[in-house]
């Protein structure tokens, strides 16, 4: 009985670090640094002239895997919950130098309406980018208010 209780509070505790870790990535808000928009030069673009790619899918909830193991390896069962998910990328086509240039975002973690439903709010995006090499460039998502990116740190 007390090496069930000590496996079941060692548990415990491993849930309360697990949140404490994923809050702490969650509320990290997307920030470009004030000497990047110095240096590049910047193009204000209206929604309308964006296009937006977007793609669908399912898979296992990992934000709940820690407890659902343990119900499961309580239970003998299988909850694992599916969770829909969503990645958006933003295009945008400007001709520079006479030449046209294809500018595409970072994948951003939302669904095509959500990101479109944000956009529409602030009516112009900010894109930044490098006059001496445009392949360097960035869309300025500042005005989403939190980690939307895949592979972020």
């Known amino acids: 009985m007390t090496e069930i209780l ?4 060692a548990y415990v505790f491993i849930l309360i670090v697990y949140n404490i870790i994923f809050t ?3 509320n990290r808000v997307y920030k470009v640094s004030k000497k ?6 910047k193009i204000l673009i209206p929604v309308e002239e964006l296009n937006i790619i977007s793609n669908n899918w399912t898979e296992d909830d990992e934000d709940g895997l820690i407890e659902i193991k343990a119900i ?10 599916q969770i829909e998910k969503s990645i958006s990328v933003l295009i945008y086509e400007k001709t520079l130098n006479f030449k046209k240039h294809v500018f595409k975002s970072k994948p ?5 309406e959500e990101l479109n439903e944000r ?4 009516k112009l995006i900010s894109l930044y980018y490098d006059p001496k090499n445009l392949d360097n460039y960035f869309f300025d998502f500042t005005f989403l208010k939190e980690k939307v990116f895949e592979n972020l740190v």
């Open 6 to 9: 000590i496996i079941l509070l």
């Open 24 to 26: 702490f990535k969650k």
């Open 36 to 41: 990047l928009k110095q240096i590049y030069s």
């Open 72 to 81: 499961d390896a309580m239970s003998g069962n299988k909850n694992l919950r």
């Open 108 to 112: 951003v973690n939302m669904s095509k």
């Open 119 to 122: 956009l529409q709010k602030i």
